[in-house]
């Protein structure tokens, strides 16, 4: 067979080791020829394909990012595209497609396939681990990783400078990375997208903690909203009267400089979050996709997502997928509370730094 | 309530984070007062016991190891042992025990529960992660993260002197750590405990390999086997007839440079890959962990044991953990073989350095 | 004798490790009894202080941050503050005080030296290596490793997305950070405070990279300046006329994306690059500093402070090290223009990604 | 001019740094075109031989080994082998040669020079750090970083079972990794290949830290010597009479069992120490080593080696580098002795885990 992948939408960490497992999987086992599509869905509209050989994927265990590029170009948007699509995997007799992708991409993947009977497999790629139908997608071991790393950091900081520290991170609409890096790396106020917050609430907690402790550190998603943020009001403008607060990370600092009198700083980790060396699970995890998407591709199971299902991976439907994300787990954001200050205080907690 | 916890076995990145979630959960959550009993089961035997505060836990978020220690210690093999641990809980008034550990310290804690209706609550604790009843145990990601650094380190010196490098990992029963670390780690061959290995198979996989690519690095558990070792038999000798040869790692070198003539050498990690600082993936679990025993205690679901199943954590039976291990799911083990040399080859692949 | 120390200052990986060395080599090399004035000059001011043991220390050698904490307090600027020093010195029959810090703190260490022969040793601190009369300071290593580690980061990000990336770095007035962790994490452009930058210039350097490349990545010192800025002018206002951009990172990220048509992002790395466990490096210095400034303070040679000359720890006046900013390299900085685009380009280079 | 580059001797982080460097340094600033012989000396020896383009390096920044690959191969020791060497040179019209290596490249170099006038600069290269007439060579840091790590590690375990454990660490001649990475890691005790060490001595300063501290760690280099090894001669057998021990770390542990009763466990990181991405400090010094050797080249300084001397890098006689090695500064290794348990011992520590 002649078999095509490509990545779409944001890098990250493991995509590389999904490429070198379907070029592995599709030579070896099967003795396919395997192409990569460049940067995306833009790759089949534009007809950018290249032959990925062994010696192409043999290196990439440990490298972020994508050798076959990505972009966000969706062909339902570009004219004609979808049929260009079609058009170029005909030309170039490719017998299956993988796209590697989030909510995006295998929404694109599942349009072609019911309207086209495309012959595409899905990987789930989403940093932010909020798609559907997978327990968890590569990339996100690898950002809460470098999360937790920068908050071990700035307890340092904070603990050396009697210090508030708030450390803005990825989920524009999920709390995931919020969590379980703020879980890993001991913070001590988690705000998330899913829950507006109460700038008093937060303000009386990181009180607590600072009588209890001498210092606090915040974990904010950069989806989190102020449930009322007038405090903000009179603050953001500078001198001339201009905005000055840029991101929920420096707008919750200054909220809370304001409630508590607390000089407080934030820091946003930005694009670091997403790139670099995979963590060793997500390097398995995208290994395992990969080489499992490629079974399916032989066993023609096309319109098919592979997906961990505890600790096996399993194939659903695309459309299972795509439509509605995965917010966070209430019962585990729940238990985070009793890390929070004063949320959950039976009895008076003392610790002296 | 007054709330024990024991840590016992070998220690594990993780037991720190399960300590302070417990003793987070138990004192603001519920009012508890917690106590740790100090190595292992030798604690209750010997009423060796001292209170844990916030204070006490509140820093361990990153350390690995135990602050409580731990041993080996089996109350059924010491005279009066399991009476003695009965006793100790009572003359301290404790009323629930939270007893972390693996097959042995579950299998103690099973018994006690059966012959005492002993209040215990099992955490499960084995950095090979093949503890039966749970997805993975904490420690293991760690583990495997080490192993897959070291795996990136070896790839560099083995590449730039076109080198056979073999690394011996934990793993007496199970090739867990093997397996998915050599995946991580892009080992070109892994020998798992549950699988005695043909040299002559796996020496002709590693020339294959060298041919396509110059070098190989291969991944043995410490507890696999020849299926028959008369290779070495004129080889374990030094020039006065005594065996040089220590443990598999070494005598697969070995085996491997008589087999192929291809200079060969093993290192072992030893020590190094249970200790130090946890990853965030194992900082969650065991945090996770702790939270829920605590819960189980106040539930009063003695007997049971905290698990992972899928995202969720849940609770089995102790005796359903404990009796037999988990060993490596073979459909994984199988699907590495495409990385294997020539083990599966349809077609002739071609890999220059 | 009965010896203190003090830590002045920004926080700094490796502190601990110079309070750690001091307390062993007093203790065990001399007999003495150790105290800690608690952040920095405001303990001697306000008699904040405490004993520090062998015990206190033994666990440090791997902790960012000061035990003993940190301020910016300086007693030259608070009522009657030297003699509020000098006094709680002899309260506490202090017979040697060793003050670690910057700039600042050893500033006035060199004045409480002059004006009341106070018996202080220095240990030179600052994490952007900008001090005089040493070759380098600790926690500056640690700084660059973490600068690297995210500039590794953002390269597979940068490549996937063929994209153009700003990272903000500290350094207010010194490049050291910028430079050096830029040639380790191959920046293509590096910016510093030393040298106004010309953005037609920096501009042009990053078409050609770009073109090479693909891609391309600038490191920016927190204190670097346009030349000329007025490319911003019309840029930095929102819909309302409002001023949206901060820090030099973001400012030069816009003027290049109006400059070159690239799209182009900052990331600033904040508290991040000053925190967490020290690197190897920067633990041997601050055990090295720590060691010898104890050796001094029995010798008797006070008004001095340790500094790394070569390989060898060796002591200077304080006043050799204050007044003045250790600035960048010119020879060290003009070199990595090699690595800027075009800025040198004997004859035209073609990378393909 | 046409240079050619080679890496001889074992890998070392920081040769690909070198190698970026000479590239990007002999195309953009002098417009020269650039050569790599493959395997060390056996490249010149047997003309292998292959362009290097700023392609083929952009990417080696954060990559350990060489590229060009490395040999042990010595011109003298082959038939007619400095002829061919010098022959390979002119049919390639090759006008300068970078050799990047240790002792013995470095010797060789400087006999080519004296011999046939060749036109050679070298770098020096040794992770060992025992090269004469430079500060510090490339690779030492990246080193003596996983000797930390490791060491970390053993930490956690060494105190959850009070325990004592040794470290065995690269160091043939020179005891530099042994002392610096067992500084960084906190070490109890270190043993260099300078000094025999007393085994009698060993065990009671072991006792004493055990007595303090409740665990013990060991680090060992691979040349360290027992004074008199008399103890293990009862030992050292298995139950057919047959040698069992292996390197020193072996030796040494039993040893320790032997004279104090504590169970002691020994780890050989083995090759896992030369490999991997390279440190921060080895990426610049190795970018530095490599610009400057360039600059060499254009000077016509041939049979000079490039020096880091305090923080410049400057040029010395090759053979002031060569004939006998650079051992440890040895007070700074009896600096380290105040940490060696009751070595030094003003008043009795008391240090409670």
């Not at 095509?4 to 080791?17: H, K, M, R, S």
């Not at 607590?208 to 210092?215: C, F």
């Not at 009322?228 to 000055?244: N, P, S, T, Y």
Request: aromatic letters at 6%; charged letters at 25%.
């Amino acid at each position: 067979m002649r078999i095509a992948i490509l990545t779409g939408g944001g890098d990250c960490p493991g995509l590389n080791n999904v490429i070198r497992a379907v070029v592995f999987q599709a030579i070896k086992k099967y003795g396919d020829e395997v192409f990569g599509f460049l940067y995306g869905w833009k790759g089949p509209i534009n007809n950018l394909i290249k032959p990925l050989t062994l010696n192409d994927v043999e290196g990439l265990f440990n490298q972020g990012g994508t050798i076959i590029k990505s972009s966000r170009t969706n062909p339902y948007k570009v004219e004609n595209g979808p049929q260009k699509v079609i058009d170029t995997l005909k030309a170039n007799k490719i017998d299956a497609l993988i796209a590697v992708g989030g909510e995006d991409t295998c929404g694109v993947a599942n349009k072609l396939c019911s309207d086209f009977k495309a012959p595409i497999i899905c990987v789930p790629k989403t940093i932010d681990n909020d798609l559907n139908a997978t327990d968890q997608t590569f990339g996100f071991d690898t950002s809460i990783s470098i999360v937790c790393d920068a908050l071990d950091r700035l307890h340092t900081t904070a603990k050396s400078h009697d210090r508030v520290l708030v450390l803005e991170v990825m989920g524009r609409h999920a709390g995931w990375i919020a969590t379980m890096g703020g879980i890993a790396g001991a913070a001590d106020y988690i705000l998330i997208p899913e829950e507006d917050f109460d700038i008093d609430k937060v303000a009386e907690a990181i009180k607590a903690r600072k009588k209890e402790a001498g210092y606090a550190i915040l974990v904010v998603a950069e989806g989190a909203k102020f449930a009322k943020e007038e405090i903000l009001k009179d603050q953001e403008k500078d001198a001339f009267g201009h905005v000055k607060l840029g991101g929920i990370g420096e707008r919750l600092a200054k909220a809370i400089e304001v409630k508590t009198g607390f000089e407080t700083r934030s820091t946003n980790l930005g694009h670091i979050q997403r790139g670099g060396s995979p963590t060793a699970y997500d390097r398995v995890l995208g290994t395992r996709y990969g080489l499992t998407a490629v079974d399916l591709v032989h066993e023609k199971k096309f319109g098919r997502m592979v997906s961990l299902q505890g600790t096996k991976i399993t194939d659903v439907d695309i459309k299972d997928a795509v439509g509605t994300l995965r917010t966070i787990d209430k019962e585990l954001y729940e238990q985070t509370r009793v890390f929070f200050g004063n949320e959950i205080n039976k009895i008076k907690p003392k610790i002296k730094a």
